[in-house]
């Protein structure tokens, strides 16, 4: 009969009678995790917030730029009007100064500063008329952001309640299970909770880790018969020789190697 055929026959005759330490780390484990589980969802929460906040902004961004455009449209066109009406200002003085004048070289040079005068304003006018092209094409574009930068706030705000409440439900249930731990890890006599405390700071959440065909579940090194023989004989607490996590056996997990 191999050791490993030794292990079951005497698994199938007992009841898993882990040693009672084990148990206990077993559910402060168990608890750890969950407390782990929550504070790492609980700062997630920042960041989406901020991606959430980032959409709102851009938004709203893009909105203030089309309305800041619409402002600079509008100033550009007013001035514009002005300029076409000094011009007019500018026909009407060089009209009467034609009228007053007698002699024909200032009276030519004064039609040709009319003439001047009079493109200058067609060229204002076609600028005005672009202007205004340009604003009805952005005062749509303004009216379909509005629509569309309040949807997202909506959304937004949403999600944000959402985060809150969930937000809210974590920090109670991480209440609940710190008083759980604190509990628990005080019925733990204090080396193996100092072990413990140790090995979770080394290794993270997994402390305890069972066997899975006679290999360490942690680290996935091979143990040795001695050490199979070890935890199962639930005497001690038996650490996987090569990562130094505590190993714990039950019935159902098979001690066999492929290889045996």
């Known amino acids: 009969m191999t050791i490993y055929e030794a292990l079951h026959t005497v698994a199938e005759g007992k009841l898993n009678n882990m040693l009672e330490v084990v148990k206990q780390l077993l559910a402060l484990q168990e608890r750890d995790r969950s407390i782990h589980h929550i504070r790492a969802e609980l700062v997630g929460f920042e960041a989406q917030r901020r991606v959430l906040q980032t959409k709102a902004s851009e938004s709203q961004t893009r909105l203030e730029t089309i309305r800041t455009r619409l402002k600079q449209i509008e100033s550009e066109r007013k001035k514009l009007e002005l300029d076409a009406e000094s011009k007019k200002q500018m026909i009407e003085r060089y009209s009467l100064q034609q ?64 985060l809150k409440a969930r937000e809210t439900e974590l920090n109670r ?29 080394q290794r993270g959440e997994k402390v305890l880790v069972g066997i899975d065909h006679g290999v360490c579940a942690g680290c996935h090194m091979r143990l040795t018969p001695q050490t199979l023989v070890s935890c199962q004989s639930d005497e001690e607490i038996v650490t996987c020789p090569n990562c130094g996590r505590i190993l714990y056996y039950t019935p159902e997990m098979d001690l066999a190697h492929p290889e045996d």
């Open 99 to 162: 009228y007053q004048t007698k002699k024909n070289d200032e009276y030519r040079a004064l039609t040709h500063e009319i003439d001047n005068c009079r493109q200058a304003i067609v060229g204002l006018e076609d600028r005005q008329l672009d202007l205004m092209e340009q604003a009805e094409a952005a005062q749509k574009e303004e009216t379909a952001l509005l629509g569309e930068v309040r949807a997202i706030q909506e959304v937004v705000c949403a999600k944000m309640d959402e």
């Open 173 to 201: 249930d991480l209440e609940a299970l710190s008083s759980e731990r604190t509990l628990l890890a005080a019925a733990v006599a204090e080396p193996y909770r100092v072990r413990y405390e140790r090995c979770l700071k």
